[in-house]
């Protein structure tokens, strides 16, 4: 990002943010763009402030200090007459409805069937009529693959399945932008692949994404660029191959060499508890 670009080349541009919450400083100066259509992964060990990241985006926390702009507006604050000023609620909303968030739980209501949870925001939200938004709501479930579940409650859902009505309804406001924060940190193993399946087609149409992931297959396939945080900063961004296979920093290096240890690790359970359980099943 040069010093001559304007808020209006990204659809995402953050510059100088910090987020501080009491003595803790979270965030502390970050500088990043993402461009239309572009699917940026953020990677970092736990407490980096990625999740962090997402909020301030999305508003659901405050900034301490820079800027952040979505679609060439700056959110949450507003110039007026060269002053800034706090933007009203409602006007927060305008703009909080201009993105979609998937987060680690699916959040859905637990009263309402998958159908009303992907309907619920563009009736009550954006007004329009239960019939047009019915019918794009069935297309988003069966974009999901999950047609046939429309009419069952979150309880009658498996987490994979929850998770897909979750980027339905996010979808559902036709956002410029969607949020991903470990949407499969949740979920069991064997469900964590038909969750990452709908997201991969979303980047295949242009979907523009910010993916706060753990997942390095899906980082190396998916992403345009990965992001690497630590302790509140950006240490290294880049085309998935470079940062991934070849990164030039030494806390990535570590970061990456205990991600490998630990899939090594799982995948060495894994294989002692499949002979374990055909060892017993022989002997039955």
């Known amino acids: 990002m040069t010093a001559t670009s304007t808020a209006a080349d990204h659809l995402v541009r953050a510059v100088n943010v910090t987020k501080a919450f009491g003595t803790n400083e979270v965030l502390k100066g970050i500088d990043l763009a993402v461009d239309a259509k572009e699917v940026v992964c953020l990677l970092g060990p736990s407490g980096s402030g990625k ?13 301490t200090g820079g800027r952040i702009w979505v679609g060439g507006e700056l959110i949450g604050i507003e110039d007026r007459n060269g002053k800034l000023h706090v933007r ?4 927060i909303a ?19 069937t998958a159908l009303e949870n992907v309907m619920e925001a563009p009736v009550k939200v954006k007004r329009q009529s239960k019939d047009s938004v019915k019918k794009e709501a ?11 579940r429309a009419r069952y409650y979150p309880s009658q859902l498996s ?16 956002p410029e932008l969607m949020l991903f924060d470990e949407p499969t940190s949740a979920l069991d193993p064997e469900l964590v692949g038909e969750v990452l399946g709908v997201m991969r087609n979303l980047a295949q149409e242009g979907t523009t994404m910010i993916v706060v992931t753990h997942e390095m297959g899906f980082a190396r396939e998916v992403a345009d ?10 240490v290294e961004e880049g085309p998935p191959k470079e940062v991934l296979m070849n990164p030039k920093e030494e806390r990535t290096k570590t970061f990456l060499r205990r991600v490998k240890q630990q899939a090594e690790a799982e995948a060495a359970h894994d294989e002692e508890l499949a002979r374990i359980l055909a060892e017993a099943a022989s002997g039955e």
């Open 51 to 63: 999740t962090t990241f997402l909020r301030l985006i999305n508003q659901m926390e405050s900034l």
């Open 88 to 91: 009203k609620d409602k006007d």
């Open 94 to 112: 305008r703009q909080r409805s201009r993105i979609g968030m998937v987060f680690q739980r699916f959040n859905l209501f637990p009263h309402m």
């Open 138 to 148: 069935l297309e988003l479930l069966e974009m999901v693959g999950l047609a046939e």
């Open 159 to 174: 987490g994979g399945q929850q998770q897909r009505v979750a980027i339905a309804r996010a979808l559902a406001m036709k």
């Open 225 to 234: 660029r990965v992001v690497f945080m630590d302790q509140g900063v950006v």
